[in-house]
């Protein structure tokens, strides 16, 4: 606070006063003033000078102090007045006082105002740097964003856009983005301007089908907000061109109904075969008759049982392949209690994780174990729901060197267990096919499932060897 920008430059540069070196400039200049007065018997009144002390203490002092400074110069200047009276000294004196006080305080107030000015001024100059240095940051990570970002104005033209949404939507080269309709690219970003200035303002996300320069079309994936009012209504979008995710997506739900087929295949003819079997023994056992030996409808039954019996007999499980990798137990089960929480909120229940964070990682088929888990808390939802108590609970454990992942319910618990795992039981929900296929899938990746039978609820055991310690973990 206690600078005094003189009106001047040293060198280029402009000279800056402290609070000492202020007084110690305004005393000698007074002191000066008083030995000139005192040696050089000049003929003129010098007391007009005596305000330059006032005036440059004044940059630096209170108020308080002014008006001291004022009196002290009033008084010094008194001492060098003769032949006047007391009436006419003291009126000297108070006038000078006032003129000194006044163009102290003055010059105190210009000071004081231009410090507050080129304080502001200082305090503006940072935020403008603030500012554009976020500016500098926001367009370089806009630019070097792999999403595409775009700018709507409010007549639909596009009016700001980043690398990739170029790259996105004008993919041949030197085509142009800016200044384009967006309705020719991304119909919904229209829409949404439209139905905005109904609603005052829109944030949200959307998925839909966008097409490019050259008529492709693509799937995305779009996060966007409206901001402004009537002619100032802009949108920003955010794309995503996620035709990698859908086709990855696609081609996992093949392969899944692919091997779900096989597995339902599998388990109607192993039906079959039992049945065949059953059937070729019957034939075995009628072929003793004499009377039968020679009848064309038996040896027909007999080549049609032969028949059906070769066509079971290819067992179609064995073609199932499993992608074997190293996985954590605990991930697993953090994605598996995403997916199943919002239906188990549904019932007031509780899904709960007893599985230790640094617990060994295990090998086997990360998709086939989240499906048989999935399978197994559909299940335990159905059995928990009409239970005061509805809480499923998935533990793990180290046991004869291989892992054993451990899914408990509070339910009723299993009425006939020897049941459980065969294919079209009687009284299951459906087919009676999951837990079947459950099985079924733990056995292609070198696991096990089982029922644990004796405790509370229903509690199934799904063991799996673990990794070897130089395998890379897939999260």
Known sequence: MHRLRLPFEVRGQVVKLGYGATLWISGVMLALLVLLEWYSHLGVSLGLLYVLPVVLAATVMSRAQ??????????????????EGHIEQ?????????????????????????????????????EQQLRRRAERQLRLLAESSPAAILTVARDGRIVAANRAAEDMLVPEPGGALL????????????????????????????????????????????????YGSHDSRHLAAIV????????????????????????????????????????GVVCSNLSRHPALQDDPDFAALRSLVQALLELASFDLRRKASATISAIRLQALATELQV????????????????????????????????????NLSQNALRAVDARP????????????????????????GIAQPELLFQPFRPGADG????LYI?????????????????????????????????ESVHD
Not at 249 to 272: M, P, Q, T
């Open 66 to 83: 002014i008006v001291m400074a004022a009196i002290a110069c009033a008084a010094l200047r008194g001492l060098f007045v003769m032949n």
């Open 90 to 126: 003291l009126l000297r004196f108070s006038m000078a006082t006032m003129a000194y006080s006044g163009c102290g305080l003055l010059m105190s107030e210009i000071s004081r105002t231009r410090r507050v000015v080129f304080g502001h001024y200082a305090r503006l100059r940072a």
């Open 179 to 226: 200044g384009q309709p967006v309705r020719d690219y991304l119909p919904v970003l229209h829409d949404a301007l439209s139905v905005s200035a109904s609603i005052g303002g829109m944030r949200t996300s959307t998925s839909t089908w966008g097409r490019r320069a050259d008529g492709s079309a693509f799937p995305a994936t779009i996060w966007f907000s409206v």
């Open 240 to 279: 995503v061109d996620v035709s990698d995710e859908v086709r990855e997506r696609e081609y996992a739900r093949f392969e899944d109904l692919h091997k779900y087929n096989r597995l339902l295949a599998g388990a109607v003819s192993h039906e079959i075969r039992n049945l065949c079997s059953a059937a």
């Open 339 to 374: 997916i199943i929480a919002p239906d188990w909120a549904d019932i007031d229940g509780e899904v709960r994780i007893d599985i230790p964070a640094d617990f060994p990682p295990v090998r086997g088929d990360r998709h086939a174990l989240l499906q048989v888990l999935l």
């Open 389 to 412: 108590e509805r809480r499923l609970t998935l533990s793990a454990r180290v046991a004869d060197g291989r892992a054993v992942l451990q899914v408990r319910d509070s339910g009723p």
């Open 431 to 434: 087919t009676g096919l999951g």
């Open 438 to 470: 459950s099985r079924a899938l733990m056995s292609h990746q070198d696991g096990q499932l089982r029922h644990l039978p004796g405790t509370d609820g229903c509690c199934f055991e799904l063991l799996l060897p673990l990794a070897q310690p130089d």
